[in-house]
Every structure is written in structure tokens, then in C-alpha cells.
């Protein structure tokens, strides 16, 4: 069944290399019970760890079941210790926070194998441990700890179970009881071989070999040796053409609830780590409805400035002063306004427009505010038709009809909570009719956008403000890839109508509206972009938080790690148990993180006045970023934690 031939195997302690093994020939038959024995330092357990796929030989060649053994892969030994070999340890190496039951199910977990419960249920009940499944070890003396290490290793069924001194730290009668399980797995045709230096122990072996400075020295046998007919290396092979999937659903499930209880074992230092995440996410969404709140809040102002918009003035866009001190301004007329209606292909809406400033009187109160006279197509270009009341009609405008339609501001400085429709005020001593009330603009840099009151334009130009001009013309393109065309071509109706030469540019101009709200867009889009950017480096240093918890995680259970390697865990095992682990604890940051931003966005807006906005893909975006540095954060640790070596994790403390 195992043949080795001349097996070395040295360590260094520091620079001085320590021979463990020496040139090591050995034969064991299918169904023997072997007592290895030896002082400490003779090499008996790095024989046994060799023989048991957990260490590998510095030389020499070891076949299982005529399998050669040392070609074969870390993961493929781990196969191997999964499904045809079982271990006792003498320091038992039973995991502390898990029932006995949970612990006697390792082997089936990384295995892949159905209805673990059950057959774990069934070991724990061969070692007289029915009653106790539910205990965890610190619950359990010596001699029941060690019956539960035996049940976990014989619940992948083995071939070969090695027992390193399985007896070393029980009692005598705990020593008998472990020793009579043994013997009758030995008797239902299982190959034991054992590790120990007490005699008393050795007795219960068929064979016994003594090693010494890393040689056997003697390999007594007792009586007729036992004859069972050799399984083939089919079984080996068998194992090794098995694929398991650490990734697969059921792989999946297992792993999962593997970390959950390593997450919830240790939950202050599992919540400690996700507060990182938690406050990076919460900063994240509360920084981005913040962001998005604002840039709302101005395009709702922007709707003030209306769509494919061109406005036309008197006098120079740069120097408008110099230019109206020379007499150079050009006097829009109706005329203008109608010529400029007459370009369809390019204009869909025109509006005169003529202001100035007005005291409103209404009973005892009165306030000083701007007056804007304006055209019927206003109230649509610049979203300003009443919310209560309505608009004025052409004819209105065309008899200069005294209506009148307030701002906010003014209605609440004139009328406070009562409503100002219907009633009437005095405009600069002219009494006008209130028709309604303008929807809420906010403001604009310095500007009240609220403060202002709109009557016709032949009526403010022609009862109110005594102007024979109109100070200019708001113009909506048909489209946005018609502006420039139309800016274009009203310009050159003015030059032509007012007689204009080239000199004479700076008499008017033509601003693009939508290039304000592309300059405003911009800018709320850059500020939300920089918040995100700030709470991002939250969640990076949250990520780094996480990163340095499982680092340490891994440096604390390293013994657990070299026990789950030794039970047939994979370094994949190994690898996706600790990133899911990651991921689980920053998801759970994440989501606790989202909760805690809505409620910080939601009191910036009710208690601070801020406009605030939680967005669907803020919640997705920081859901998705969590995830992402759970597996970015964890992949080292979960890699370095791959990579240990079962015996040194094993005999790490």
C-alpha cells in the first residue's frame, strides 16, 4: 500500500540545516496497525507528515497504492489528504467556535460531498459522542475532544488513518478508550499507523518501528503479519480525476457559511472593520445626493432661461457703458420683432421685452421691485406661466390692458398667505389688475428672481415706464442645431433694418442662452464629480482597514488554516473562503453605509435646507464599489493565507 525509498527530508533553524529524515525504506501493507516510535528529534512525525501528503521529501520516492506521489500538485495532495487519508492530531486542532458536529463536517465540506449533517451525525455516534454534538470543544474534556478528531477523520471514510501521538496529553483511562477505537478501526480492515514514544501505546500495534537521529533503527512485527488483498492505484487515480469547484453553488454555500461564522465568532472586530466601509459608502451617497440635489435644484432655475434660447440686446456685450455713452445703441422696435418672427425655418417664438423698476402699493403696504413687460410667447420661453392665476392674452397686450402677474416675493412682502388674484394694486400710482402668481425661480448670483412683477409690454412700455423702445428681444430657435443659423441671420436683419455697417457691431448683440446652462451644468457636474472623488478616498481607506484586519486575521488562524489544509481544504478552498469573507463584511459596510447616507442626506435637507437627491445609481454605484474592495482589499490577505504550508500553519502558535 505505501512504499517509500529512500526519503530525506532537512530543515533550517536559521543558516543551521537540521536533518530530519535519512535516507528512509519502508513498506506497509494494506491493513496494518504501525507504531512509529523514537525520542523527540528522531524524524517519526516528518515520516508520518510525509507519508500523509502533508510535507514533501528534499529526495527519495513515495508511491501510495502504486500511485508515485511526488509529481503530484499541492491541490492534488490535498485531494488526496481529502479522500484517502485521515488525521489525528495529539493537539486535537479543533476549531474552538464550532460544534463538535461543525468540526467532524470539515472533511465533507472541501470533499463536495451531500448530506454532511448526516454522516457526521453518524461518525460523532461510532465514538459514543451522539449526545454531544452540539458542544463546542472547550465544552468537552480531552478524551471527548480527541473521539471528535477521530470522527472528523473518519467521515471521509479513508483508507490510511495516521495518529500523531494520538494519547499525548489524556489520561490513562481517556488513553485506553482512544486506543480501543483504533484497534477497531484496525479490525474493520483500516491502516493505522501511529506516532508515539509510549511504550504502552506502541503494545497496541501489529508492527512497530523505532527511529532514531532520522533513521529507522528496528521494525519489529508481531506475529503473522495481517494479509488483505491491495486496492490498485485505480483508487488514487479515482481521487485525483474528481473536479471540485471551490467556486461551484454548493462549494459556494459552504464557504459562505463558513465565514459568516468567522465574521460573527469575532463581531467587534468584524464591525470594527466595517466601519470604514460604512462611513466611506454613507459619505459616498451623501455626498452625491448632495451633488445631485444641487445640480437639480439648478436646473430647475435653469428652466427660467428656456430651451435653444437667444436673447437680443441694445448696446455691447463687453462695454456696454461706452457704447451707450456714445449714442451707438441700436432701439429695438415691434417692427424688429415681427422680422425676426418672419424667419420660421430657424424661429419658433418671439417675445419683446422692455423693464424697469415700479412701487407696488396694496393697501397699506407697498414695496419697490422691477417691472418686466413682456410678450404672449414669454410665459413659455421662460417658464415663468402662472401657477396660480394665468397668463395675459393677445388681446391684453395689444389694448394695454393694466393686469398684472407677481412674483413670490412680492405677493408674501403685499399679501403674506392671503391670494393676491383678483385683486388690485397700484404700479407706479396706475392701478392694475392681479391675474396671477409666477412660479418660484430662487436666485440668480445677486439677483431675487422672485422680485419682480410682469405686466404687457405696450402697457409698461406705453402707461408705466414711458419708453418708446423695447430694451430687447428673447428669440427660441426650433431646435438646439438651429441656433448658431439663427443667430446668425437675426443679426443680419437687425444691421439691415437699423442701417448698420461693420463699424457698428458693438450697437447689439446676441447672447446664447444655453451656453449659461452648459457653463452651469458644467460646473454642478464637476462639484458632484469632486464630492464622489473625496468620499471615494473614504472607501479606499476603509478598504485599506479591511485589508490590515485580514491580514492579522490570517496571521491568527493560521493554525486553523493548516487544519483545513490538512483536512483537504485546496488553496482555491482556502483562497475563496477569505475573500468571500472580505466581501460579506464590506457588503454588509456597504449596505449599512447606504441606510446611514439616505438618513445624513435626509437631514442635511430637513434640518441644514439643502437640496439633496438620493439616486438609484449612487446606490448601485457605492453597492458595487464595496464589493469591489472587499475582493480588491481581501485578495492579498485570502492569497498569503493560500499559500501556507500545513505543517508550518500547523505547527504555528
Same mark, same amino acid.
Given at each position: 500500500?505505501?512504499?517509500?525509498?529512500?526519503?530525506?527530508?532537512?530543515?533550517?533553524?536559521?543558516?543551521?540545516?537540521?536533518?530530519?529524515?535519512?535516507?528512509?525504506?519502508?513498506?506497509?501493507?494494506?491493513?496494518?496497525?504501525?507504531?512509529?516510535?523514537?525520542?523527540?528529534?528522531?524524524?517519526?512525525?516528518?515520516?508520518?507528515?510525509?507519508?500523509?501528503?502533508?510535507?514533501?521529501?528534499?529526495?527519495?520516492?513515495?508511491?501510495?497504492?502504486?500511485?508515485?506521489?511526488?509529481?503530484?500538485?499541492?491541490? #492534488?495532495?490535498?485531494?488526496?489528504?481529502?479522500?484517502?487519508?485521515?488525521?489525528?492530531?495529539?493537539?486535537?486542532?479543533?476549531?474552538?467556535?464550532?460544534?463538535?458536529?461543525?468540526?467532524?463536517?470539515?472533511?465533507?465540506?472541501?470533499?463536495?460531498?451531500?448530506? +454532511?449533517?448526516?454522516?457526521?451525525?453518524?461518525? $460523532?455516534?461510532?465514538?459514543?459522542?451522539?449526545?454531544?454534538?452540539? &458542544?463546542?470543544?472547550?465544552?468537552?474534556?480531552?478524551?471527548?475532544?480527541?473521539?471528535?478528531?477521530?470522527?472528523?477523520?473518519?467521515?471521509?471514510?479513508?483508507?490510511?488513518?495516521?495518529?500523531?501521538?494520538?494519547?499525548?496529553?489524556?489520561?490513562?483511562?481517556?488513553?485506553?478508550?482512544?486506543?480501543?477505537?483504533?484497534?477497531?478501526?484496525?479490525?474493520?480492515?483500516?491502516?493505522? +499507523?501511529?506516532?508515539?514514544?509510549?511504550?504502552?501505546?506502541?503494545?497496541?500495534? #501489529?508492527?512497530?518501528? /523505532?527511529?532514531? !537521529?532520522?533513521?529507522?533503527?528496528?521494525?519489529?512485527?508481531?506475529?503473522?503479519?495481517?494479509?488483505?488483498?491491495?486496492?490498485?492505484?485505480?483508487?488514487?487515480?479515482?481521487?485525483?480525476?474528481?473536479?471540485?469547484?471551490?467556486?461551484?453553488?454548493?462549494?459556494? %454555500?459552504? &464557504?459562505?457559511?463558513?465565514?459568516?461564522?468567522?465574521?460573527?465568532?469575532?463581531?467587534?472586530?468584524?464591525?470594527?472593520?466595517?466601519?470604514?466601509?460604512?462611513? *466611506?459608502?454613507?459619505?459616498?451617497?451623501?455626498?452625491? @445626493?448632495?451633488?445631485?440635489? @444641487?445640480?437639480?435644484?439648478?436646473?430647475?432655475?435653469?428652466?427660467?432661461?428656456?430651451?435653444?434660447?437667444?436673447?437680443?440686446?441694445?448696446?455691447?456685450?463687453?462695454?456696454?457703458?461706452?457704447?451707450?455713452?456714445?449714442?451707438?445703441?441700436? =432701439?429695438? /422696435?415691434?417692427?424688429?420683432?415681427?422680422? +425676426? =418672427?418672419?424667419?420660421?425655418?430657424?424661429?419658433?417664438?418671439?417675445? @419683446?421685452?422692455?423693464?424697469?423698476?415700479?412701487?407696488?402699493?396694496?393697501?397699506?403696504?407697498?414695496?419697490?421691485?422691477?417691472?418686466?413687460?413682456?410678450?404672449?410667447?414669454?410665459?413659455?420661453?421662460?417658464?415663468?406661466?402662472?401657477?396660480?392665476?394665468?397668463?395675459?392674452?393677445?388681446?391684453?397686450?395689444? =389694448?394695454?390692458?393694466?393686469?398684472?402677474?407677481?412674483?413670490?416675493?412680492?405677493?408674501?412682502?403685499?399679501?403674506?398667505?392671503?391670494?393676491?388674484?383678483?385683486?388690485?394694486?397700484?404700479?407706479?400710482?396706475?392701478?392694475?389688475?392681479?391675474?396671477?402668481?409666477?412660479?418660484?425661480?430662487?436666485?440668480?448670483?445677486?439677483?431675487?428672481? !422672485?422680485?419682480?412683477?410682469?405686466?404687457?409690454?405696450?402697457?409698461?412700455?406705453?402707461?408705466?415706464? *414711458?419708453?418708446?423702445?423695447? !430694451?430687447?428681444?428673447?428669440?427660441?430657435?426650433?431646435?438646439?442645431?438651429?441656433?448658431?443659423?439663427?443667430?446668425?441671420?437675426?443679426?443680419?436683419?437687425?444691421?439691415? =433694418?437699423?442701417?448698420?455697417?461693420?463699424?457698428?457691431?458693438?450697437?447689439?448683440?446676441?447672447?446664447?442662452?444655453?451656453?449659461?446652462?452648459?457653463?452651469?451644468?458644467?460646473?454642478?457636474?464637476?462639484?458632484?464629480?469632486?464630492?464622489?472623488?473625496?468620499?471615494?478616498?473614504?472607501?479606499?481607506?476603509?478598504?485599506?482597514?479591511?485589508?490590515?484586519?485580514?491580514?492579522?486575521?490570517?496571521?491568527?488562524?493560521?493554525?486553523?488554516?493548516?487544519?483545513?489544509?490538512?483536512?483537504?481544504?485546496?488553496?482555491?478552498?482556502? %483562497?475563496?473562503?477569505?475573500?468571500?469573507?472580505?466581501?460579506?463584511?464590506?457588503?454588509?459596510?456597504?449596505?449599512?453605509?447606504?441606510?446611514?447616507?439616505?438618513?445624513?442626506?435626509?437631514? %442635511?435637507?430637513?434640518?441644514?435646507?439643502?437640496?439633496?437627491?438620493?439616486? $438609484?445609481?449612487?446606490?448601485?454605484?457605492? /453597492?458595487?464599489?464595496?464589493?469591489?474592495?472587499?475582493? *480588491?482589499?481581501?485578495?492579498?490577505?485570502?492569497?498569503?493565507?493560500?499559500? $501556507?504550508?500545513?505543517?508550518?500553519?500547523?505547527?504555528?502558535?
Amino acid at each position: 500500500m505505501i512504499q517509500a525509498t529512500g526519503l530525506s527530508k532537512t530543515y533550517c533553524a536559521g543558516k543551521v540545516p537540521v536533518p530530519a529524515l535519512q535516507d528512509v525504506t519502508l513498506e506497509i501493507g494494506q491493513g496494518e496497525f504501525v507504531a512509529v516510535m523514537g525520542p523527540s528529534g528522531s524524524g517519526k512525525s516528518t515520516l508520518l507528515h510525509i507519508l500523509g501528503c502533508l510535507d514533501r521529501p528534499d529526495s527519495g520516492s513515495y508511491s501510495l497504492l502504486g500511485t508515485e506521489i511526488s509529481g503530484l500538485t499541492d491541490d #492534488q495532495l490535498a485531494q488526496l489528504r481529502n479522500g484517502l487519508v485521515g488525521f489525528v492530531f495529539q493537539q486535537f486542532h479543533l476549531l474552538r467556535r464550532v460544534s463538535a458536529i461543525e468540526n467532524t463536517e470539515l472533511p465533507l465540506i472541501y470533499g463536495g460531498k451531500k448530506e +454532511i449533517r448526516e454522516r457526521a451525525y453518524e461518525k $460523532l455516534q461510532a465514538v459514543g459522542l451522539a449526545r454531544r454534538e452540539d &458542544h463546542r470543544p472547550n465544552e468537552l474534556s480531552g478524551g471527548e475532544q480527541q473521539r471528535v478528531a477521530i470522527a472528523r477523520a473518519l467521515v471521509a471514510d479513508p483508507m490510511i488513518i495516521f495518529a500523531d501521538e494520538p494519547t499525548g496529553n489524556l489520561d490513562s483511562k481517556s488513553e485506553e478508550e482512544i486506543m480501543d477505537i483504533l484497534e477497531a478501526l484496525n479490525g474493520q480492515g483500516k491502516t493505522i +499507523i501511529m506516532v508515539t514514544h509510549e511504550p504502552e501505546v506502541a503494545k497496541h500495534a #501489529q508492527r512497530v518501528i /523505532t527511529m532514531r !537521529d532520522g533513521k529507522i533503527v528496528s521494525d519489529d512485527v508481531k506475529g503473522t503479519p495481517v494479509s488483505r488483498p491491495v486496492s490498485t492505484d485505480g483508487s488514487v487515480l479515482d481521487i485525483l480525476s474528481q473536479k471540485r469547484l471551490s467556486f461551484g453553488r454548493m462549494a459556494f %454555500m459552504q &464557504h459562505l457559511r463558513q465565514s459568516m461564522r468567522a465574521i460573527l465568532s469575532n463581531k467587534v472586530r468584524s464591525f470594527l472593520s466595517m466601519l470604514g466601509i460604512l462611513f *466611506g459608502v454613507a459619505a459616498v451617497i451623501a455626498m452625491l @445626493a448632495l451633488g445631485e440635489g @444641487a445640480k437639480a435644484s439648478i436646473e430647475e432655475k435653469l428652466k427660467s432661461l428656456g430651451s435653444n434660447l437667444l436673447s437680443v440686446r441694445a448696446g455691447s456685450a463687453k462695454v456696454r457703458g461706452v457704447a451707450a455713452a456714445a449714442g451707438s445703441v441700436t =432701439r429695438f /422696435t415691434f417692427d424688429d420683432v415681427e422680422a +425676426i =418672427r418672419g424667419l420660421p425655418h430657424l424661429v419658433s417664438k418671439v417675445s @419683446a421685452y422692455s423693464s424697469g423698476s415700479g412701487q407696488l402699493v396694496y393697501r397699506n403696504e407697498n414695496w419697490s421691485t422691477s417691472v418686466q413687460g413682456v410678450g404672449f410667447d414669454y410665459g413659455t420661453m421662460r417658464a415663468s406661466v402662472p401657477t396660480v392665476g394665468r397668463w395675459f392674452t393677445k388681446e391684453e397686450i395689444g =389694448r394695454r390692458e393694466k393686469v398684472a402677474i407677481l412674483g413670490q416675493t412680492v405677493v408674501e412682502h403685499l399679501f403674506g398667505d392671503t391670494s393676491p388674484v383678483g385683486e388690485t394694486v397700484k404700479i407706479n400710482r396706475i392701478y392694475f389688475k392681479v391675474i396671477g402668481i409666477a412660479p418660484d425661480k430662487g436666485f440668480g448670483g445677486h439677483r431675487d428672481f !422672485d422680485d419682480t412683477v410682469y405686466v404687457p409690454v405696450t402697457t409698461a412700455m406705453y402707461r408705466v415706464l *414711458g419708453k418708446d423702445y423695447l !430694451d430687447g428681444i428673447y428669440v427660441e430657435a426650433v431646435d438646439a442645431d438651429s441656433i448658431e443659423k439663427a443667430q446668425e441671420e437675426i443679426g443680419q436683419v437687425i444691421r439691415k =433694418r437699423h442701417r448698420l455697417s461693420k463699424d457698428d457691431e458693438d450697437s447689439f448683440y446676441i447672447r446664447d442662452m444655453s451656453e449659461i446652462k452648459d457653463m452651469l451644468t458644467s460646473t454642478t457636474e464637476t462639484m458632484s464629480l469632486l464630492l464622489g472623488c473625496i468620499a471615494a478616498i473614504a472607501l479606499v481607506v476603509g478598504g485599506i482597514g479591511i485589508m490590515n484586519i485580514m491580514l492579522v486575521s490570517v496571521t491568527e488562524r493560521t493554525g486553523e488554516i493548516g487544519l483545513r489544509k490538512a483536512v483537504g481544504a485546496s488553496g482555491a478552498d482556502i %483562497m475563496s473562503q477569505f475573500l468571500i469573507e472580505s466581501v460579506v463584511m464590506t457588503f454588509s459596510g456597504g449596505v449599512i453605509g447606504i441606510l446611514l447616507g439616505g438618513g445624513t442626506a435626509f437631514m %442635511m435637507s430637513v434640518v441644514v435646507g439643502w437640496s439633496t437627491e438620493v439616486t $438609484l445609481f449612487s446606490i448601485v454605484l457605492s /453597492t458595487t464599489f464595496s464589493i469591489a474592495v472587499g475582493i *480588491g482589499f481581501g485578495l492579498w490577505p485570502a492569497r498569503k493565507a493560500s499559500e $501556507l504550508n500545513p505543517i508550518e500553519a500547523l505547527r504555528y502558535e
